[in-house]
C-alpha cells in the first residue's frame, strides 16, 4: 500500500487537500454558473432550494465519494470494480469519465473566455462603457470571433495538461492556498461596491426575497445540477482527489469545509452580479453571457476599476484552472490506472480529446448561428452540453452513489472507513438517514417528474 500511495501521489496535508477539494469545487460553476441559472429560476427561490439540496444532497454524496475514494485508492472505475468485481456498478465509473470530458470541452471554453476578459481589461476596453446595451455588444463581438473563441479554448486546454502533468499535490495544491482567499476577498469587495449603485435594492430584493409560488419541477432539477455542478460531485471527481487523501484525516470535516466554503463563494457572486444587473437593466435571464456582461460595467464604474478587473479575472481563469485540472485528472487517473497508460500519454490524448469536442461549444455563442441557435433561439450548443453533462449526468451519477453507499457497498462499511486511524464520524446517523432515504429518492423524483413533464432544459 505504502508503494502505491507513493506513485501515485498524496496530499501533503489536510489543508492541502481541503484547498485542493476546494480548488476542484469553487471555479465557474460558483461565479459564472450560478448567477445566470439564479437568474433564469426565479433568483430568491432559487437560491433557497439550492442551500437545502447542499445541504442534504450535496454533502452526504460528498462524504460518500470520499470515502469511496479514500477507500479503493482508485478511479472511479477502478474503485467500483475493486469493490464488486464483475458487477454493472463499473458503468458509473465509465459515465464519470465521459461526463469529465463532457464538462471539461465546455467549461474550457469559457474559462478562455476569462482569459480573454483579463486581455480586455488590461488593454482598457473597460474603462468608459456605461450602459449594459454596449457591454452586451463587447460580449458578442468577442464571442462571435471563432478564431479567438477556439485559441482561448486551445490555450486554456494547454494550460490545464501542463498542470496535471505536473502530478498531484506538486500541480494542483500550490495554487489555492492564497489566490482562494484572494478571490473571495475581492468578490466581497466588488458586492460591496455592486450594491452602493442606483437600483441596486431591486436586486438584491430579486435575490434575497423569494416568490414561493415560482417554484416549479424545473426549478428544483436545475437547483440539484447546480449544486452537484459546483460542489464537482456525481462523477468521481471527488472520489478521485479521495483517492489520494491520507487515512489520518476526517473526511466528515473536510467535506463539511469544502461545501461550506464553494457555497460562501457562490452566494456572494450572486451579491456582486444581481445588484448590478438590476442597476444596468440587463435581462437577469439572459444565460451564459450574463457575467460576461455585468462584470465589466462594474469594473468601468468603480474607482480603479481596471485594477480590480484585471486582478478579478485573471484570479477567476486560476480558479477555473484549479476545476478543470480536476476533470481532466478523472479520465487521466482512470487510463493511468486502468490501462496501464503513461500519464504523458493519458494528459496528452484526453486533453486533445476535449479540445475537439470543446469546438462546437466554442462556436455556439455567436460564431456559427447553427450552432448558437441548436435546439431554439437562446439555446445553443453550449446550453445543450451544459444540460447533458452539467445537470443530469451528475443527479444521475450521484443518485447511483447515494445507492452504492447506502445499500451496495453499505452505511457499515463507510464508517469503517470513515473512522478508521480513529477520526470520529460527526452526524453518523444523520449522514445514514441522507444518504439511504432523501438522497436516492428526492433525486429520483426529481428526474422522473422531468422526464414525465419533458422540461429539460
Ligand atoms: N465544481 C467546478 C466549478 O464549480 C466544476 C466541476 C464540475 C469540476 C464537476 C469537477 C467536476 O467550477
Known amino acids: 500500500m505504502a508503494g502505491s500511495e507513493i506513485s501515485r501521489g498524496n ?28 437568474g433564469q429560476n426565479g433568483g430568491a427561490v432559487f437560491v433557497l432550494i439550492y442551500v437545502v439540496i447542499v445541504a442534504l444532497i450535496g454533502l452526504p454524496v460528498m462524504i460518500a465519494e470520499l470515502s469511496i475514494g479514500r477507500h479503493t485508492q482508485r478511479n472511479p472505475v477502478g474503485a467500483f470494480q475493486m469493490l464488486f468485481p464483475r458487477s454493472l456498478w ?13 464538462i471539461l470541452s465546455f467549461y474550457a471554453v469559457i474559462a478562455g473566455y476569462t482569459l480573454g476578459y483579463f486581455m480586455k481589461t488590461i488593454v482598457g476596453s473597460f474603462n468608459q462603457i456605461i450602459s449594459g446595451e454596449q457591454s452586451t455588444q463587447i460580449f458578442q463581438n468577442f464571442s462571435a470571433n471563432p478564431y479567438l473563441s477556439v485559441s482561448y479554448l486551445f490555450i486554456f486546454i494547454c494550460l490545464t495538461v501542463v498542470v496535471v502533468m505536473g502530478g498531484i499535490a506538486a500541480g494542483i495544491e500550490r495554487w489555492n492556498k492564497i489566490l482562494m482567499p484572494l478571490l473571495l476577498g475581492i468578490i466581497i469587495v466588488l458586492a460591496i461596491f455592486s450594491m452602493t449603485l442606483d437600483g441596486a435594492g431591486k436586486g ?13 419541477g424545473r426549478t428544483i432539477a436545475q437547483a440539484l445540477g447546480q449544486a452537484l455542478f459546483s460542489l464537482s460531485l456525481g462523477m468521481g471527481t471527488m472520489l478521485t482527489y479521495g483517492s489520494y487523501l491520507s487515512k489520518k484525516e476526517n473526511l466528515v470535516t473536510a467535506a463539511g469545509y469544502v461545501c461550506l466554503f464553494d457555497m460562501v463563494i457562490a452566494v456572494a457572486a450572486g451579491f456582486v452580479i444581481f445588484p448590478a444587473l438590476f442597476a444596468m437593466n440587463i435581462n437577469p435571464a439572459g444565460g451564459p453571457k450574463l457575467v460576461f456582461v455585468v462584470l465589466p460595467s462594474i469594473f468601468a464604474r468603480m474607482p480603479a476599476g481596471m485594477i480590480f478587473g484585471t486582478l478579478f479575472f485573471l484570479l477567476l481563469a486560476v480558479a477555473a484552472l484549479t476545476s478543470t485540472v480536476s476533470l481532466l485528472e478523472v ?17 496528452v490524448a484526453m486533453g486533445l480529446v476535449a479540445f475537439v469536442l470543446g469546438i462546437p461549444s466554442a462556436l455556439s ?20 452540453m451544459n444540460a447533458i453533462f452539467g445537470n443530469y449526468s451528475l443527479s444521475i451519477g450521484a443518485f447511483f452513489i447515494a445507492v452504492f453507499a447506502g445499500y451496495q457497498w453499505g452505511t457499515t462499511a463507510v464508517a469503517r472507513e470513515i473512522q478508521a486511524e480513529g477520526s470520529v464520524f460527526y452526524f453518523r446517523r444523520l449522514w445514514i438517514f441522507l444518504i439511504r432515504f432523501i438522497c436516492p429518492i428526492a433525486i429520483f423524483i426529481i428526474l422522473a417528474y422531468i422526464a414525465w413533464t419533458g422540461e429539460y432544459f
Open 11 to 38: 496530499w501533503s496535508s489536510k489543508i492541502g487537500f481541503i484547498l485542493a477539494a476546494a480548488g476542484s469545487a469553487i471555479g465557474l460553476g460558483n461565479i459564472w454558473r450560478f448567477p445566470f441559472v439564479t
Open 90 to 102: 463499473k458503468i458509473v465509473g465509465v459515465v464519470g469519465v465521459l461526463t469529465g470530458l463532457g
Open 204 to 216: 438584491l430584493a430579486f435575490y434575497l426575497k423569494p416568490d414561493l409560488t415560482k417554484i416549479t
Open 331 to 347: 479520465p487521466v487517473a482512470y487510463f493511468v490506472d486502468e490501462h496501464r497508460w503513461s500519464r504523458q500519454k493519458a494528459v
Open 365 to 384: 455563442l455567436g460564431a456559427s448561428s447553427v450552432l448558437t441557435k441548436l435546439v431554439s433561439e437562446n439555446f445553443g450548443f453550449l446550453d445543450l
